[in-house]
């Protein structure tokens, strides 16, 4: 931290007052702010040369071409010290993590932020279309190998690690299709490898800037939009996700882009499950493991409804065993009283009770005024702000929520004289979108609220 210190004292002329350690991610790199004098600067120690030396081009030239990316004000003789601009705190991801905390959504606000997030992105892989990728690490494309590197993390670090069967000869000759066909596409482009929203710094203004491309390289622009788009985390309603897929591809003026964007969206999604598998299952990090059943679920969005036109027998045979996993057990103490609280649709027939208790609670919600019906509902769920609002103004809903609770209530207040351990409470409706998920929510947090003692889990089986 010295020599950052010094860094910051050699650009800004005045002392650094404060050095503070930040979060680092995934990744070995470790992050400090750097404060004095009404300055503040982002100090990084990384020891990847290679890695830093592909950061240090590919910010220069992005710089000279305009593009909003952090200004590199000093690099250290050792090239493994760095000082970059501070861009606050605020990324795109956070920004949506707290709205869906406060009972919000995706809104107005969030769309306007992800189009110039795709608008940038469109700028960005034109601009860095003519670096020089003999920099680029740890391949200047992002051609066979890189993907069968991919393909191969998935392959050990999630599907041998989540133990599910396949028949590896089978399975190779299928990267290998998959492969090809992608190289098909129009490779010429700089391929951000990580373009998510943790990655979009959002400043007060709403204007975005860029960080951590250092693994770019020459590749497909389809790449980077699944990345933004399908991030497992962000979870975006799947109805938004296809305008905005419009809108850059539109934009982006390929009459053969959609040809070529769910092949790779499912190389993408592959990919971060072999992140996730890695540490989540290998390293023991539970937050990674958090996440795959957004990844499943993408999975499965993209495999029920895009067909690619290359068969891929084995892992359409994979895919199938992946898309009816259950999420992982969840590492709750084991002497208190859990409350599973779900939601799910009739469609799909009746939850399955994994507790191996019985018993508990299914309510019916589908006499209930349903959102589904209206169209500006039907992009969001019962998470959303404005489906929660449309409920909450509706009596009928205030008086069936009063009742679940003193019916709920009862319950628990036996379950924990008698030192039971588990009470299952799920609510269905048609869809399993808008009342089901909206009332399990409300139940959730007024068992938290009331119940300070007890475990909850909540799990909505159509959208997880």
């Not at 990084?44 to 710089?63: K, S, V």
């Not at 770019?216 to 897929?245: C, F, T």
């Not at 609002?389 to 628990?412: H, M």
Request: proline share 5%.
């Amino acid at each position: 931290m010295e020599l950052l210190k010094q860094l910051f004292s050699d650009h800004f002329s005045l002392p650094c007052d404060e050095c503070l350690a930040l979060g680092g991610g995934g990744s070995s790199r470790r992050y400090y702010r750097l404060v004095g004098g009404g300055h503040s600067a982002i100090g990084t120690i990384a020891d990847d040369l290679r890695e830093n030396e592909a950061f240090f081009a590919y910010t220069n030239h992005f710089h000279v071409k305009g593009m909003p990316v952090p200004e590199l004000y000093e690099v250290a003789p050792d090239r493994r010290h760095y000082l970059q601009q501070d861009l606050g705190d605020r990324t795109l991801y956070g920004i949506l993590y707290d709205k869906r905390r406060q009972g919000g959504g995706f809104d107005a606000e969030m769309i306007n932020l992800y189009k110039q997030a795709l608008v940038d992105l469109d700028a960005l892989q034109r601009a860095g279309a003519d670096i020089d990728f003999r920099v680029a690490f740890p391949r200047a494309d992002f051609d066979r190998r890189s993907m069968l590197w991919d393909l191969n993390y998935f392959k050990y670090f999630f599907l041998k690690l989540a133990n599910i069967s396949f028949d590896e000869e089978y399975l190779e000759n299928d990267f290998n299709r998959l492969v090809d066909f992608l190289l098909e596409a129009d490779c010429n482009y700089f391929l951000y490898r990580d373009f998510q929203g943790r990655n979009i710094m959002v400043n007060d203004d709403k204007s975005l800037y860029y960080i951590d491309y250092q693994g770019g390289r020459r590749g497909a622009a389809q790449y980077d939009v699944a990345s933004l788009l399908y991030s497992a985390k962000s979870n975006l309603p799947e109805a938004i996700r296809q305008d905005l897929l419009h809108h850059f591809s539109t934009r982006h003026g390929d009459p053969y882009f959609m040809d070529y964007f769910w092949g790779y969206l499912l190389l993408r999604i592959m990919q971060t499950l072999g992140a996730y598998g890695y540490r989540g299952y290998f390293e023991r990090k539970p937050y990674f493991l958090e996440s795959v059943p957004f990844a499943v679920n993408n999975l499965r969005i993209v495999v029920e409804n895009h067909p690619l036109p290359v068969r891929l027998p084995e892992l359409e045979r994979v895919w199938s065993k992946i898309t009816i996993l259950r999420p992982p057990e969840s590492n709750l103490p084991t002497d208190r009283l859990t409350v599973s609280v779900g939601s799910f649709s009739y469609k799909r027939g009746l939850p399955e009770d994994t507790s191996g208790n019985g018993g508990g609670f299914i309510f019916d919600c589908r006499a209930l005024p349903n959102p589904g019906r209206y169209e500006q509902y039907k992009a969001y769920t019962g998470k959303d702000r404005p489906v929660i609002e449309f409920l909450q103004g509706e009596p009928a809903v205030e008086s069936f929520l009063k009742n679940v609770e003193n019916i709920v209530g009862q319950s628990i207040d036996k379950y924990l004289e008698r030192n039971f351990t588990h009470l299952s409470v799920n609510f269905g409706c048609t869809g399993g979108q808008h009342r089901s998920v909206f009332f399990a929510e409300q139940l959730a947090r007024w068992i938290e609220q009331t119940y300070p003692q007890v475990n909850v889990v909540v799990h909505h089986r159509e959208q997880d």
